[in-house]
């Protein structure tokens, strides 16, 4: 797993860093290989927002929170991406199940 987290109107803070690698590695059970997820972290008035795009082999994701504090933030922005990840992984398993019906009620 390939982790960038950047920093926009803000310094960095090692405890923020060691928050987001904690979350990041959740998403490590959805995946066999290779993945790069880069975080963007910024201030906006009184909001925190925190970006999330995940790529990986045959796939792209991207979330967003924006609450009053990082943490929630980060928490946010990881429920759409596994929500996005479950709705395609139900899918893609609708689909070769479905298939497989379409085949057996040829024969």
């Not at 059970?29 to 082999?57: D, M, P």
Request: charged share 30%; glycine share 4%.
């Amino acid at each position: 797993m390939n982790l960038n987290i950047s920093f926009k109107h803000m310094d960095p803070s090692d405890s923020l860093k060691a928050f987001i690698e904690e979350k990041s590695e959740t998403l490590k059970k959805y995946f066999h290989g290779r993945i790069s997820i880069t975080w963007n972290l910024s201030i906006e008035k009184q909001n925190r927002i925190a970006h999330c795009h995940l790529v990986g082999n045959n796939m792209d994701y991207f979330g967003e929170g924006m609450t009053e504090d990082f943490k929630a933030s980060v928490d946010v922005a990881l429920e759409k991406i596994e929500k996005q990840i479950r709705k395609h992984k139900e899918i893609v398993k609708n689909h070769l199940h479905n298939h497989e019906v379409k085949n057996s009620q040829r024969l």
